[in-house]
């Protein structure tokens, strides 16, 4: 079967292609389709053309996920965007941005991949740091572009492989989830460098036996006490991670 599909942006040079088609008829029922992102259809040959509207609604939970993203945002200390980049039509992508509360200026409607990409490395020229997050085919440039990208687990395998990041459920709440794990990670990171470095700047100068004019020693034996149980700390502040609970999230879900 020889069958032809396409867009809006294609309409033209399917009703050039297939003159017999009752174009007309298919174009005024589009016009009632709001928020749709219209398919067309028809087969070379014949008379026979359809038209499909296709809705994706805002998951449930990505207006609160959303709302919690921008307040706490790095501790309210920076400045955080929200932006909706879609390749639906302007009245899909403006009924997705409403439900998030994004404004007109930061939404981007119709885009191919490669207008994804541009979308966020123009951002990344004005000096913004960007996250990217997505879950589809034409999503993979942009992820690639972004300087962290997440890629929604039940999503392409594509989008999957050009992601830094990949969320294992399909909640968008795990964004929240991901991000206070981050926070976590980083506070243990510091508190084990904070005690290692403490540690060794206090022990080291009195294993050498800097301390000796003042009758401060420490054997060799208690030196190397002293080294291990650092490292066991050490390791016992990154094992902490384990009974990490996202309070967020859960908050939210």
Not at 60 to 83: H, Q
Not at 179 to 190: D, H, M, V
Not at 211 to 223: F, Q, T, V
Request: hydrophobic share 50%; net charge neutral.
């Amino acid at each position: 079967v020889d069958l032809h599909a396409g867009g809006m942006a294609m309409l033209s040079d399917l009703e050039r292609d297939h003159p017999r088609a009752a174009w007309p008829l298919l174009r005024a029922w589009a016009k009632n389709q709001l928020g749709a992102t219209l398919v067309f259809a028809a087969m070379r040959g014949g008379e026979v053309a359809a038209a499909l509207a296709l809705r994706d609604p805002v998951r449930a939970e990505a207006p609160e996920a959303a709302a919690a993203a921008l307040v706490k945002a790095y501790g309210g200390s920076r400045l955080c965007e929200l932006w909706v980049c879609t390749g639906d039509n302007l009245a899909a992508a403006t009924i997705a941005a409403g439900a998030l509360a994004v404004p007109a200026s930061r939404t981007r409607a119709g885009q191919r991949p490669e207008d994804k990409r541009e979308v966020v490395a123009s951002l990344q020229r004005g000096g913004l740091e960007v996250i990217m997050v997505g879950d589809g085919l034409n999503d993979a440039p942009a992820l690639a572009q972004a300087d962290l990208g997440i890629a929604i687990g039940a999503g392409a395998d594509l989008a999957c492989d050009a992601a830094g990041v990949v969320l294992c459920r399909s909640s968008l709440l795990d964004l929240l989830a991901f991000r206070e794990l981050c926070t976590a990670t980083r506070r243990t990171i510091l508190r084990n460098f904070v005690w290692a470095f403490g540690f060794n700047i206090v022990g080291l100068p009195l294993a050498a036996g800097c301390g000796y004019p003042w009758g401060i020693s420490i054997s060799p034996m208690l030196a190397g006490m002293a080294m291990a149980g650092s490292s066991l700390l050490v390791v016992s502040s990154s094992l902490l991670l384990q009974r990490f609970r996202p309070s967020l999230a859960e908050s939210l879900g």
